[in-house]
Protein backbone atom coordinates (compact mmCIF):
# COMPACT_ATOMS: atom_id res chain seq x y z
CA UNK A 1 0.00 0.00 0.00
CA UNK A 2 3.03 2.38 0.53
CA UNK A 3 4.04 1.83 -2.67
CA UNK A 4 0.53 2.54 -3.93
CA UNK A 5 1.22 6.10 -2.14
CA UNK A 6 4.28 6.89 -3.58
CA UNK A 7 4.47 9.33 -6.53
CA UNK A 8 6.69 8.69 -9.60
CA UNK A 9 9.57 10.55 -8.73
CA UNK A 10 9.80 8.78 -5.15
CA UNK A 11 9.57 5.38 -7.29
CA UNK A 12 12.10 6.36 -8.95
CA UNK A 13 14.64 7.29 -5.80
CA UNK A 14 13.32 4.16 -4.19
CA UNK A 15 14.56 1.64 -6.99
CA UNK A 16 17.76 3.66 -7.69
CA UNK A 17 18.81 3.89 -4.07
CA UNK A 18 18.37 0.05 -4.01
CA UNK A 19 20.21 -0.39 -7.36
CA UNK A 20 22.91 1.32 -5.71
CA UNK A 21 22.99 -1.02 -2.72
CA UNK A 22 23.53 -3.85 -4.55
CA UNK A 23 26.73 -2.88 -6.46
CA UNK A 24 27.59 -1.78 -3.10
CA UNK A 25 27.51 -5.32 -1.82
CA UNK A 26 29.00 -6.86 -4.77
CA UNK A 27 32.18 -4.26 -4.34
CA UNK A 28 32.49 -5.34 -0.38
CA UNK A 29 31.84 -9.44 -1.79
CA UNK A 30 34.95 -10.68 0.16
CA UNK A 31 37.43 -11.43 -2.49
CA UNK A 32 39.19 -14.79 -3.39
CA UNK A 33 42.26 -15.00 -1.70
CA UNK A 34 45.75 -15.16 -3.81
CA UNK A 35 46.96 -18.83 -4.20
CA UNK A 36 50.08 -19.66 -2.09
CA UNK A 37 51.96 -22.63 -3.54
CA UNK A 38 54.44 -22.03 -0.50
CA UNK A 39 51.68 -23.63 1.62
CA UNK A 40 52.13 -26.69 -0.40
CA UNK A 41 54.09 -29.30 -0.91
CA UNK A 42 56.07 -28.95 -4.71
CA UNK A 43 58.42 -31.06 -6.03
CA UNK A 44 60.41 -31.42 -9.93
CA UNK A 45 58.35 -33.70 -12.06
CA UNK A 46 58.52 -34.25 -15.28
CA UNK A 47 55.21 -34.58 -17.41
CA UNK A 48 54.76 -36.85 -21.05
CA UNK A 49 52.04 -35.74 -23.45
CA UNK A 50 51.43 -35.75 -26.94
CA UNK A 51 49.84 -33.30 -29.29
CA UNK A 52 48.88 -32.87 -32.48
CA UNK A 53 50.96 -30.32 -34.45
CA UNK A 54 48.75 -29.16 -37.43
CA UNK A 55 46.34 -27.85 -34.83
CA UNK A 56 48.82 -25.29 -33.21
CA UNK A 57 51.05 -22.80 -33.77
CA UNK A 58 54.15 -24.25 -32.68
CA UNK A 59 55.41 -25.63 -29.26
CA UNK A 60 56.71 -22.78 -27.55
CA UNK A 61 54.93 -19.71 -26.13
CA UNK A 62 55.24 -16.98 -28.32
CA UNK A 63 54.71 -13.50 -27.42
CA UNK A 64 52.88 -12.59 -31.20
CA UNK A 65 51.28 -16.15 -31.76
CA UNK A 66 48.45 -17.46 -29.45
CA UNK A 67 47.35 -21.19 -29.89
CA UNK A 68 50.81 -22.51 -29.09
CA UNK A 69 50.67 -25.87 -26.83
CA UNK A 70 52.83 -24.45 -24.27
CA UNK A 71 49.92 -21.68 -23.87
CA UNK A 72 47.66 -24.14 -23.41
CA UNK A 73 49.44 -26.15 -21.11
CA UNK A 74 50.32 -23.39 -18.87
CA UNK A 75 47.14 -21.79 -18.55
CA UNK A 76 45.98 -25.50 -17.61
CA UNK A 77 48.66 -25.32 -14.82
CA UNK A 78 47.68 -22.21 -13.70
CA UNK A 79 43.81 -22.77 -13.52
CA UNK A 80 44.73 -26.10 -12.09
CA UNK A 81 46.85 -23.84 -9.35
CA UNK A 82 49.62 -26.73 -9.76
CA UNK A 83 51.76 -23.70 -10.49
CA UNK A 84 52.53 -20.44 -8.72
CA UNK A 85 50.66 -17.70 -10.62
CA UNK A 86 52.45 -15.07 -12.21
CA UNK A 87 51.87 -11.76 -11.29
CA UNK A 88 49.33 -9.85 -14.12
CA UNK A 89 48.40 -12.98 -15.23
CA UNK A 90 44.83 -11.53 -15.68
CA UNK A 91 45.84 -9.24 -18.28
CA UNK A 92 44.81 -9.35 -21.43
CA UNK A 93 46.73 -8.34 -24.89
CA UNK A 94 45.05 -6.62 -27.30
CA UNK A 95 43.00 -9.61 -28.94
CA UNK A 96 41.11 -10.73 -25.65
CA UNK A 97 43.47 -13.93 -24.83
CA UNK A 98 44.42 -13.96 -21.42
CA UNK A 99 48.50 -13.62 -20.88
CA UNK A 100 49.94 -16.67 -19.22
CA UNK A 101 53.66 -17.37 -18.50
CA UNK A 102 55.73 -19.13 -15.97
CA UNK A 103 57.90 -17.80 -12.52
CA UNK A 104 61.48 -18.65 -12.72
CA UNK A 105 61.32 -20.69 -9.55
CA UNK A 106 59.30 -22.58 -11.49
CA UNK A 107 62.05 -24.16 -13.58
CA UNK A 108 59.96 -25.01 -16.56
CA UNK A 109 62.34 -27.09 -19.02
CA UNK A 110 61.34 -29.11 -22.38
CA UNK A 111 62.93 -31.45 -23.86
CA UNK A 112 62.88 -30.70 -27.68
CA UNK A 113 61.13 -27.76 -29.17
CA UNK A 114 58.97 -28.35 -32.42
CA UNK A 115 58.13 -25.90 -34.94
CA UNK A 116 54.66 -25.28 -36.29
CA UNK A 117 53.20 -28.36 -37.96
CA UNK A 118 55.56 -30.47 -36.32
CA UNK A 119 53.27 -33.08 -34.10
CA UNK A 120 54.69 -35.19 -30.78
CA UNK A 121 54.28 -38.43 -29.53
CA UNK A 122 56.79 -38.12 -26.54
CA UNK A 123 57.03 -34.79 -25.48
CA UNK A 124 58.71 -34.54 -22.31
CA UNK A 125 58.78 -31.12 -20.26
CA UNK A 126 60.35 -30.70 -16.17
CA UNK A 127 59.10 -27.97 -13.83
CA UNK A 128 58.46 -27.92 -10.50
CA UNK A 129 54.69 -28.35 -9.64
CA UNK A 130 52.33 -28.79 -6.51
CA UNK A 131 52.39 -32.34 -5.52
CA UNK A 132 49.36 -32.40 -3.05
CA UNK A 133 46.21 -31.23 -2.56
CA UNK A 134 46.75 -30.89 1.56
CA UNK A 135 48.91 -27.90 2.74
CA UNK A 136 52.04 -28.54 4.74
CA UNK A 137 51.24 -29.80 8.06
CA UNK A 138 48.39 -31.25 7.61
CA UNK A 139 49.02 -34.85 7.44
CA UNK A 140 51.88 -36.73 8.35
CA UNK A 141 52.97 -36.84 4.18
CA UNK A 142 55.09 -34.14 4.50
CA UNK A 143 58.82 -35.77 5.03
CA UNK A 144 58.21 -38.69 2.15
CA UNK A 145 61.02 -39.30 0.04
CA UNK A 146 59.21 -38.87 -3.27
CA UNK A 147 61.66 -40.32 -5.30
CA UNK A 148 62.35 -43.39 -2.46
CA UNK A 149 59.29 -43.81 -0.55
CA UNK A 150 58.79 -45.97 2.04
CA UNK A 151 58.19 -49.43 1.68
CA UNK A 152 56.20 -50.67 4.51
CA UNK A 153 53.70 -47.65 3.12
CA UNK A 154 53.57 -48.57 -0.39
CA UNK A 155 49.89 -46.18 -0.48
CA UNK A 156 51.61 -43.27 0.63
CA UNK A 157 52.72 -41.83 -2.54
CA UNK A 158 49.34 -42.75 -4.00
CA UNK A 159 48.00 -40.28 -1.38
CA UNK A 160 50.46 -37.91 -1.39
CA UNK A 161 50.61 -38.05 -5.38
CA UNK A 162 48.32 -35.96 -7.58
CA UNK A 163 46.82 -37.35 -11.01
CA UNK A 164 48.43 -34.94 -13.17
CA UNK A 165 47.50 -36.47 -16.72
CA UNK A 166 43.69 -36.75 -15.72
CA UNK A 167 43.59 -33.43 -14.10
CA UNK A 168 45.33 -32.00 -16.97
CA UNK A 169 43.12 -33.27 -19.69
CA UNK A 170 40.35 -32.19 -18.17
CA UNK A 171 41.42 -28.53 -18.92
CA UNK A 172 43.48 -29.11 -21.99
CA UNK A 173 41.91 -29.23 -25.75
CA UNK A 174 41.74 -32.76 -27.28
CA UNK A 175 44.81 -32.25 -29.34
CA UNK A 176 47.42 -32.42 -26.50
CA UNK A 177 47.08 -35.02 -24.22
CA UNK A 178 49.17 -35.78 -20.97
CA UNK A 179 49.57 -39.22 -20.36
CA UNK A 180 52.98 -39.37 -17.90
CA UNK A 181 54.04 -38.24 -14.86
CA UNK A 182 57.27 -38.56 -12.72
CA UNK A 183 58.96 -37.19 -9.54
CA UNK A 184 62.96 -36.38 -10.45
CA UNK A 185 65.42 -34.91 -8.58
CA UNK A 186 65.87 -31.54 -7.63
CA UNK A 187 68.00 -29.71 -10.82
CA UNK A 188 66.83 -32.04 -13.92
CA UNK A 189 66.55 -30.80 -16.70
CA UNK A 190 64.36 -32.45 -19.74
CA UNK A 191 66.45 -30.43 -22.06
CA UNK A 192 69.87 -31.43 -20.96
CA UNK A 193 69.11 -34.72 -19.24
CA UNK A 194 67.57 -36.35 -21.73
CA UNK A 195 70.08 -39.14 -23.06
CA UNK A 196 68.83 -39.86 -26.72
CA UNK A 197 65.46 -38.24 -28.99
CA UNK A 198 64.16 -40.57 -32.09
CA UNK A 199 61.62 -39.04 -34.97
CA UNK A 200 60.08 -40.12 -36.79
CA UNK A 201 58.99 -38.67 -40.74
CA UNK A 202 56.12 -40.30 -42.58
CA UNK A 203 56.17 -40.26 -46.65
CA UNK A 204 54.38 -42.05 -49.70
CA UNK A 205 56.48 -44.27 -51.20
CA UNK A 206 55.53 -43.18 -54.95
CA UNK A 207 58.10 -43.76 -57.46
CA UNK A 208 61.35 -43.42 -54.85
CA UNK A 209 64.10 -45.06 -55.01
CA UNK A 210 64.37 -46.67 -51.39
CA UNK A 211 67.73 -48.48 -51.68
CA UNK A 212 69.44 -45.16 -52.99
CA UNK A 213 67.49 -43.50 -50.26
CA UNK A 214 69.08 -46.29 -47.77
CA UNK A 215 72.29 -45.56 -48.71
CA UNK A 216 72.55 -42.11 -48.84
CA UNK A 217 71.18 -42.23 -45.11
CA UNK A 218 74.27 -44.44 -43.89
CA UNK A 219 76.41 -41.09 -44.92
CA UNK A 220 74.82 -39.51 -41.98
CA UNK A 221 75.75 -41.55 -39.47
CA UNK A 222 77.92 -41.10 -36.55
CA UNK A 223 79.20 -37.52 -35.30
CA UNK A 224 79.04 -34.99 -38.04
CA UNK A 225 78.87 -30.90 -38.27
CA UNK A 226 75.61 -31.14 -39.84
CA UNK A 227 75.51 -26.79 -40.76
CA UNK A 228 74.78 -27.75 -44.21
CA UNK A 229 71.80 -30.09 -43.01
CA UNK A 230 69.39 -27.35 -40.77
CA UNK A 231 68.54 -23.72 -40.79
CA UNK A 232 71.35 -21.88 -39.23
CA UNK A 233 71.12 -20.39 -36.07
CA UNK A 234 74.71 -18.58 -35.46
CA UNK A 235 73.64 -16.14 -32.46
CA UNK A 236 72.64 -18.92 -30.40
CA UNK A 237 74.48 -22.26 -31.36
CA UNK A 238 77.60 -22.83 -30.12
CA UNK A 239 78.56 -26.03 -32.29
CA UNK A 240 76.64 -27.66 -35.43
CA UNK A 241 78.04 -31.08 -34.39
CA UNK A 242 75.73 -33.51 -33.60
CA UNK A 243 75.80 -37.44 -33.14
CA UNK A 244 73.18 -39.37 -35.13
CA UNK A 245 72.70 -42.88 -33.62
CA UNK A 246 70.96 -44.78 -36.17
CA UNK A 247 68.47 -43.84 -39.13
CA UNK A 248 66.07 -46.36 -40.92
CA UNK A 249 63.67 -46.47 -43.82
CA UNK A 250 60.90 -48.88 -42.88
CA UNK A 251 56.96 -50.06 -44.18
CA UNK A 252 54.34 -48.84 -41.79
CA UNK A 253 51.28 -50.78 -43.63
CA UNK A 254 50.90 -53.56 -45.48
CA UNK A 255 50.65 -52.05 -48.47
CA UNK A 256 53.90 -50.89 -49.37
CA UNK A 257 52.68 -47.74 -49.97
CA UNK A 258 53.16 -45.71 -46.71
CA UNK A 259 57.14 -45.61 -45.18
CA UNK A 260 58.49 -43.65 -42.43
CA UNK A 261 62.09 -42.45 -42.00
CA UNK A 262 63.06 -43.60 -37.99
CA UNK A 263 66.07 -41.32 -36.91
CA UNK A 264 67.78 -41.87 -33.43
CA UNK A 265 70.48 -39.30 -32.23
CA UNK A 266 71.39 -37.93 -28.83
CA UNK A 267 70.25 -33.77 -30.40
CA UNK A 268 69.07 -31.96 -33.26
CA UNK A 269 69.62 -29.08 -34.80
CA UNK A 270 67.11 -26.26 -36.16
CA UNK A 271 65.03 -28.03 -39.09
CA UNK A 272 67.97 -30.66 -38.86
CA UNK A 273 65.47 -33.46 -39.91
CA UNK A 274 63.53 -31.61 -42.29
CA UNK A 275 67.21 -31.10 -44.36
CA UNK A 276 68.08 -34.31 -44.45
CA UNK A 277 65.01 -36.21 -45.25
CA UNK A 278 64.55 -33.17 -48.59
CA UNK A 279 68.19 -34.27 -49.71
CA UNK A 280 67.27 -37.84 -49.35
CA UNK A 281 63.84 -37.47 -51.69
CA UNK A 282 66.09 -35.71 -54.02
CA UNK A 283 67.99 -38.48 -54.09
CA UNK A 284 65.31 -41.29 -54.22
CA UNK A 285 63.58 -39.42 -57.39
CA UNK A 286 66.99 -39.71 -58.58
CA UNK A 287 67.63 -35.82 -59.30
CA UNK A 288 70.85 -36.04 -56.94
CA UNK A 289 73.32 -39.33 -56.26
CA UNK A 290 73.64 -40.93 -52.91
CA UNK A 291 77.57 -39.39 -52.55
CA UNK A 292 76.22 -35.69 -52.28
CA UNK A 293 75.15 -36.43 -48.71
CA UNK A 294 79.51 -37.36 -47.61
CA UNK A 295 79.76 -34.28 -50.14
CA UNK A 296 77.71 -31.66 -47.96
CA UNK A 297 78.80 -33.12 -44.61
CA UNK A 298 82.69 -32.05 -46.05
CA UNK A 299 83.05 -28.32 -44.95
CA UNK A 300 86.18 -28.14 -46.90
CA UNK A 301 84.39 -28.74 -50.60
CA UNK A 302 80.90 -27.25 -49.38
CA UNK A 303 81.79 -24.48 -46.50
CA UNK A 304 78.21 -22.55 -46.70
CA UNK A 305 74.70 -24.42 -47.29
CA UNK A 306 72.78 -24.69 -50.49
CA UNK A 307 69.53 -23.07 -50.77
CA UNK A 308 67.20 -25.52 -51.01
CA UNK A 309 63.52 -25.86 -49.53
CA UNK A 310 62.64 -28.07 -46.29
CA UNK A 311 60.60 -31.28 -46.27
CA UNK A 312 57.30 -30.43 -45.46
CA UNK A 313 56.77 -29.81 -41.32
CA UNK A 314 53.02 -31.98 -41.08
CA UNK A 315 54.83 -35.59 -41.87
CA UNK A 316 57.30 -35.32 -38.87
CA UNK A 317 56.78 -36.68 -35.20
CA UNK A 318 58.86 -36.28 -32.14
CA UNK A 319 58.74 -40.01 -31.00
CA UNK A 320 59.89 -40.52 -28.52
CA UNK A 321 62.87 -39.32 -25.75
CA UNK A 322 64.97 -41.23 -23.94
CA UNK A 323 66.04 -40.28 -19.80
CA UNK A 324 68.57 -42.71 -17.70
CA UNK A 325 67.19 -43.38 -14.42
CA UNK A 326 63.82 -41.58 -15.02
CA UNK A 327 61.05 -44.27 -14.90
CA UNK A 328 57.48 -42.85 -15.91
CA UNK A 329 54.28 -43.84 -14.07
CA UNK A 330 51.37 -44.53 -16.49
CA UNK A 331 47.15 -44.77 -15.43
CA UNK A 332 45.83 -47.83 -17.14
CA UNK A 333 42.45 -45.27 -17.21
CA UNK A 334 44.44 -42.45 -18.51
CA UNK A 335 45.97 -44.60 -21.22
CA UNK A 336 42.67 -46.41 -22.45
CA UNK A 337 40.76 -42.60 -22.92
CA UNK A 338 44.22 -41.10 -24.70
CA UNK A 339 43.95 -44.30 -26.51
CA UNK A 340 39.90 -43.76 -27.62
CA UNK A 341 40.64 -40.10 -28.24
CA UNK A 342 42.90 -40.88 -30.25
CA UNK A 343 40.94 -43.58 -32.48
CA UNK A 344 38.62 -40.98 -32.86
CA UNK A 345 40.68 -38.44 -33.95
CA UNK A 346 42.03 -41.22 -36.36
CA UNK A 347 38.83 -42.45 -37.66
CA UNK A 348 37.63 -39.17 -38.62
CA UNK A 349 40.90 -37.81 -40.57
CA UNK A 350 40.01 -41.73 -42.24
CA UNK A 351 36.60 -40.53 -43.37
CA UNK A 352 38.14 -37.02 -44.51
CA UNK A 353 40.58 -38.71 -46.88
CA UNK A 354 38.07 -41.58 -48.37
CA UNK A 355 36.07 -38.20 -49.56
CA UNK A 356 39.49 -36.95 -51.12
CA UNK A 357 40.03 -40.62 -52.69
CA UNK A 358 36.46 -40.80 -53.97
CA UNK A 359 36.91 -37.15 -55.62
CA UNK A 360 40.43 -38.28 -56.75
CA UNK A 361 39.59 -41.57 -58.29
CA UNK A 362 36.30 -39.89 -59.85
CA UNK A 363 38.75 -37.32 -62.02
CA UNK A 364 41.43 -39.97 -62.98
CA UNK A 365 38.69 -42.20 -64.58
CA UNK A 366 37.73 -38.69 -66.53
CA UNK A 367 41.10 -38.00 -67.40
CA UNK A 368 41.91 -41.38 -68.22
CA UNK A 369 38.72 -42.59 -70.13
CA UNK A 370 38.14 -39.51 -72.39
CA UNK A 371 41.51 -37.08 -72.68
CA UNK A 372 43.66 -37.15 -76.08
CA UNK A 373 46.34 -35.45 -76.88
CA UNK A 374 45.09 -32.29 -78.52
CA UNK A 375 41.19 -32.77 -77.73
CA UNK A 376 39.29 -31.64 -74.75
CA UNK A 377 37.95 -33.80 -71.12
CA UNK A 378 34.53 -34.40 -72.18
CA UNK A 379 32.97 -34.57 -68.89
CA UNK A 380 29.92 -37.13 -67.86
CA UNK A 381 27.84 -38.05 -65.09
CA UNK A 382 28.10 -41.61 -65.33
CA UNK A 383 31.46 -42.57 -64.52
CA UNK A 384 32.07 -44.77 -61.78
CA UNK A 385 35.29 -43.94 -59.12
CA UNK A 386 38.37 -45.99 -60.68
CA UNK A 387 41.58 -47.04 -58.91
CA UNK A 388 44.13 -44.34 -59.91
CA UNK A 389 48.04 -43.63 -59.07
CA UNK A 390 50.05 -40.31 -59.23
CA UNK A 391 51.36 -39.80 -62.99
CA UNK A 392 54.14 -37.60 -61.01
CA UNK A 393 54.99 -37.51 -57.71
CA UNK A 394 53.75 -34.44 -56.07
CA UNK A 395 56.42 -33.93 -53.71
CA UNK A 396 58.49 -33.31 -56.01
CA UNK A 397 55.99 -31.22 -58.31
CA UNK A 398 55.13 -29.08 -55.09
CA UNK A 399 58.59 -28.45 -53.54
CA UNK A 400 60.88 -29.31 -55.91
CA UNK A 401 59.23 -27.77 -59.45
CA UNK A 402 61.55 -30.04 -61.71
CA UNK A 403 58.63 -29.97 -64.27
CA UNK A 404 58.42 -26.45 -64.53
CA UNK A 405 62.36 -25.61 -64.56
CA UNK A 406 65.42 -27.43 -64.99
CA UNK A 407 66.38 -28.77 -62.22
CA UNK A 408 69.84 -27.64 -60.90
CA UNK A 409 71.88 -29.44 -58.62
CA UNK A 410 72.57 -29.17 -55.00
CA UNK A 411 76.49 -27.98 -55.35
CA UNK A 412 75.43 -25.89 -58.15
CA UNK A 413 73.09 -23.70 -56.41
CA UNK A 414 73.31 -20.16 -55.13
CA UNK A 415 74.62 -20.53 -50.75
CA UNK A 416 73.65 -18.39 -47.78
CA UNK A 417 76.49 -17.19 -45.71
CA UNK A 418 78.71 -18.92 -43.82
CA UNK A 419 78.40 -19.15 -40.49
CA UNK A 420 81.49 -17.47 -39.84
CA UNK A 421 80.10 -14.59 -41.99
CA UNK A 422 76.85 -14.84 -40.05
CA UNK A 423 78.84 -14.27 -36.71
CA UNK A 424 80.46 -11.14 -37.98
CA UNK A 425 78.07 -9.29 -39.17
CA UNK A 426 76.42 -9.38 -36.08
CA UNK A 427 75.71 -6.73 -33.79
CA UNK A 428 77.91 -5.81 -31.06
CA UNK A 429 74.99 -7.06 -28.67
CA UNK A 430 74.86 -10.00 -30.01
CA UNK A 431 78.36 -10.76 -30.32
CA UNK A 432 78.42 -9.79 -26.47
CA UNK A 433 75.98 -12.45 -26.21
CA UNK A 434 77.49 -14.86 -28.08
CA UNK A 435 80.59 -14.34 -26.24
CA UNK A 436 79.39 -14.68 -23.18
CA UNK A 437 77.42 -18.22 -24.07
CA UNK A 438 81.11 -19.65 -25.40
CA UNK A 439 82.48 -18.60 -22.03
CA UNK A 440 79.85 -20.35 -20.19
CA UNK A 441 80.39 -23.41 -22.22
CA UNK A 442 83.76 -23.48 -21.40
CA UNK A 443 83.34 -22.84 -17.66
CA UNK A 444 80.99 -26.33 -18.14
CA UNK A 445 83.67 -28.13 -19.88
CA UNK A 446 86.40 -27.35 -17.11
CA UNK A 447 83.38 -28.52 -14.59
CA UNK A 448 82.69 -31.85 -16.86
CA UNK A 449 79.02 -30.47 -17.08
CA UNK A 450 79.69 -30.68 -20.88
CA UNK A 451 81.65 -33.09 -23.21
CA UNK A 452 83.51 -30.86 -25.76
CA UNK A 453 84.93 -27.09 -25.49
CA UNK A 454 83.75 -24.77 -28.26
CA UNK A 455 87.84 -23.40 -28.89
CA UNK A 456 86.54 -23.49 -32.97
CA UNK A 457 83.83 -21.87 -32.63
CA UNK A 458 84.94 -18.81 -31.33
CA UNK A 459 88.31 -17.88 -33.23
CA UNK A 460 86.72 -14.58 -34.37
CA UNK A 461 86.09 -12.71 -31.35
Known sequence: ESLLEMSKEELVDLVLRKEARKEEGKKKKKQQRPFEISKFRTANVALKYAYVGWQHHGLSIQKDAGNTVEEHLFRALQQLRLVAVKSG??????????????????????????????????????????????????????????????????????????????????????????????????????????????YKYFFLKESLDLDRMRAAAQHLLGEHDFRNFCKIDAANVLTFTRTILSISIDAVDDNDSLY????????????????????????????????????????????????????????????????????????????????????????????????????????????????????????????????????????AQHQYGYQKAPYVPLLLRPRGLSVEEMRKSMSSKKRKIYAGKVEAAREAFKKKKIDRPFPKESKHL
Open 89 to 198: EASRKKDGRVRCGLEAETMYQRCGRTDVGVSALCQVSSLVMRVSDKSIGADDLSGIDLLHPPSDDPSALARLHIDFARKLNQVLPPSIRVYGSCFVPDGFSARFDCGTRT
Open 260 to 395: AFTIHGQAFLWHQVRCMVAVLFLIGYGLEEPDVVRTLLDLEQVPSKPIYPYASEIPLVLWDCEFPGATFNYVPGVLERVRDELCSQWQDLILKAAVLRGMLGHITGLAQTKEQEGEDIVMEDNCGTVAFSFPTPPL
